[in-house]
């Protein structure tokens, strides 16, 4: 057990060291698109963590991610925080919005809490338009600047703000599925699969189980918040556009494609994600369309993906190299 | 050839054979009793043979026409009535549309009617209570009112699955006495599942005892009951 | 008169919520499923009504061609997506989460797609009637013709509505197989056919909302979303179950919300509709009129 576990702690680092080393290879393009995967790999595993193990949905992640962005901006530009701090700031505040939310979600099943979570997506971007403070539709710029000498220094060559971004997203990344996975292996882990697997059950062996699904729900809005200040710092700003229904929505669609209890699966549905509009790009160029189709066809492609996935793979596309649900 | 034939029949429920290789006749107008403990698989029989599951192996036909892989709304329209387990109406709604569900598919409205009527007179009780809601009434007479229902359908065949569960005695007995009545004055061919052995065949003509989805044995109900190694074994008194 | 005025503000939008609350009942009374499409397929409906009034010029001719187009989705929808979902997606980790996964792929999917054909700019759906409020003495109320229109309409709806489902052979097979749908398929009701008629009617209620509130807003591929969180709360209010429970919930959240932007203000009114589908969560979990059965076993 422990030999495995610093085995993967290695892994994981190996696999770091590959990503960073691969970022000087590659374009600037390709740079902001893995910073964007990362992100998406955050944001999709904070959905798994509470869809996958904990059995509750959420079509609001998206305004948790914008809790977190807004927080992390906000306290970046008044406290002047270093960003790292901001950061953190960010996702803890979503954290303290998870847990309030949690507290409601606990009490609710299916219907209720998807109702509940999709009306907080769609009204909380609004407030920023109702709060000077906030920025309106404009919303707030967010520049982490450069990064800092001595890491530029190292690698050599010119360091771009795109690299930068990709590093911290890399890291953020990294760490987030570090940390879901050993959390899963943990007692909480234990906790929310036995709740999952058999509500009654559990509760009969003494598991709280109104607590284990807040617990749950914090966790996965702290990440999401993480998640979301890591998106203001890759578009520069944050903006109620940012975080619309649809970002919600694909969250929801990248952890479906993911397979819902598969973590790694969430890369494969962050890179789906990613791909689609550059896809969509090169189509509606192709098809020489107009600017209706091109600003809609993202859209249109991820929703047929999710449609098509809970008709015809409800266990993901991932299903059949798997025999069961590990961890 | 008989009315009904079940031959070599399974049904698995989930991944437990819930009924092996059974196989029975009933001829036209008989009353046949299918007797078992809980678990027996009776209740799994008639599901498949109102087509609400499907079974694995087998056949079942009823008048040389096969009543598997069919829906239970096309099986009714064709005869076959099923009462299932646990007194079928539906308690938000009342009596009189309750019933009226029994007919609802069928043209000719003035059978319907007519039908409706019959079962009124035939459990008063239910007529005293036309615009109560099915929830307010007693087990009796929700059993009187799934029952009366199937019939507003004019069914040849009828499945009914523990009416007696529940009961108090004397209203089993009433249920009973009604059911047979019934099928003497609309020659009705009826298939009686029953834990209640005693109960059910001494107005059933054919028993047939089911033990772990097997068949242990049948025949005529006279001689069940007067088997003494039976009762002890199966039908338990 | 402030407060009357306040009164009948609440009134015509709580007449839309309860349109939208109706047409998310009908769907979860008979498939167990709260439809997230629906504001999609009404607003879906509404660009067709657009399209019909473009060409014929009058709005009233549209309205038909509205409805009959939101019955039509809704049927399509339930007939072959949901159909499909139920038949294929009994097992797997996404089971219990699919049905309102595909709803939401839906409302993406319809989004989009009236997104290409029309583009995301605002347009005008108009009536011919005054959005000017009534003149009584010197004073004008904040109610106009195309206010008492809505009134009129949703109120028509509910009648039909009610009628059918306490009258006819119709409206009990839909009610039965709601409530009990294996019993109702032994007692001869085709229940997969009765479903689709039940979705056609939300259908058909979405698309009255969507024609009718439309003329007073703009119309755009997502216009009618924040319709689609009043009309749930509303839904919950009224306990999810019932059809009176949403017409009531509807009415209660519109005045509710008509008084909050009177005498707090604009800025929470997004805060309000969130606080009080919270609280009546927590203080009534089935609704001022929901049927048996907590929510957590729904």
Known sequence: ??????????????????????????????????????????????????????????????????????????????????????????????????????????????????????????????????????????????????????????????????????????????????????????????????????????????????????????????????????????????????????????????????????????????????????????????????????????????????????????NGPKLHKRKKVTN | MSALEVSNLSINHGAIVAVRKLSFTVEK?????????????????????????????????WKGKSLLGQKPENLVRSGVAHVSEGKSVIPELNVKENLALGGIWRKDKKDVAIATEEVLELFPRLRERLQQSADTLSGGERQMLAIGRALIARPDLLLLDEPSLGLAPLIIEQIFEAVNQLRHRLGLTVLLVEQNAMSALKIADVGIIINVGTLVTSGQSKELLADANLRAAYLGY | MLFIDTLLIGLSSGAIYALMALALVLVWRSTRVVNFAQAGQAILSTYLGYEVMNMTHNYWVSIPFAILGGAAIAAFVDGVIMRALVKRSHKGSVSEIAPVIATLGLLGLIRSLTGMIWGNAYLQYTSPLSGKGYMIGQHTIPFSPQNLIIVIGALLVMGVFAAIFKFTNLGLALRAASFQPEISRLAGIRVDRIRTIGWAFAGAAGAVAGALVTPTTYLSPNSLDLLLVSGFVAAVIGGLDSLIGAVLGGLLLGVGFAFILQYIGTSVTFSAAFIILILVLFMRPRGILGSKGGRRDA
């Open chain 2, 29 to 61: 107008g008989q009353l046949a009793a299918i007797i078992g403990s809980n678990g027996a698989g009776k209740t799994t029989l008639l599901r498949a043979l109102s087509g609400l599951i499907p079974a694995s192996e087998g056949t079942a036909t």
């Open chain 1, 1 to 314: 057990m422990r030999k495995s576990k610093s085995l993967s702690a290695l892994t994981f680092l190996a696999i770091g060291l590959f990503l960073l080393g691969l970022s000087n290879f590659v374009d600037e393009l390709r740079v902001y698109q893995g910073a964007q995967i990362a992100v998406y790999v955050i944001a999709i595993s904070s959905i798994i963590l509470l869809t996958g193990y904990s059995g509750q949905i959420s079509l609001g992640h998206g305004a948790l991610m914008a809790i977190g962005g807004y927080a992390a901006v906000l306290s970046y530009t008044y406290w002047h925080l270093p960003f790292l701090l901001a950061f953190t700031v960010g996702a803890l505040a979503a954290a303290l919005g998870g847990f309030i939310l949690g507290m409601a979600a606990a009490r609710l099943s299916g219907p209720y809490l998807a109702g509940t979570t999709l009306a907080l997506a769609v009204g909380l971007p609004s407030l920023a338009n109702q709060f000077h403070i906030l920025g309106g539709e404009q919303g707030l710029s967010f520049d982490i600047g450069e990064a800092p000498k001595w890491i530029s220094n190292k690698t050599g060559g010119d360091f771009t703000q795109y690299k930068w971004f990709f590093w911290v997203s890399v890291v953020c990344a990294l760490a987030t599925i570090w940390f879901i996975k050993n959390l899963l292996q943990s007692r909480f882990g234990r906790t929310w699969r036995a709740v999952r697997g058999n509500p009654s059950a559990a509760a009969l062996s003494g598991i709280n189980i109104g607590r284990s699904k807040v617990l749950a729900f914090t966790v996965s809005s702290t990440l999401a918040g993480l998640a979301g200040a890591l998106l203001a710092m890759l578009l520069g700003l944050v903006a109620p556009m940012a975080f619309t229904l649809t970002l919600s929505f694909t969250l929801v669609t990248g952890a479906v494609l993911a397979g819902v209890t598969n973590l790694a699966g969430s890369i494969v549905g962050a890179v789906v994600l990613v791909g689609i509009p550059e896809f969509t790009d090169a189509v509606a160029t192709h098809l020489g369309g107009s600017e209706k189709i091109s600003a809609n066809l993202p859209g249109l492609i991820t929703s047929v993906l999710l449609i098509l996935t809970v008709i015809f793979m409800p």
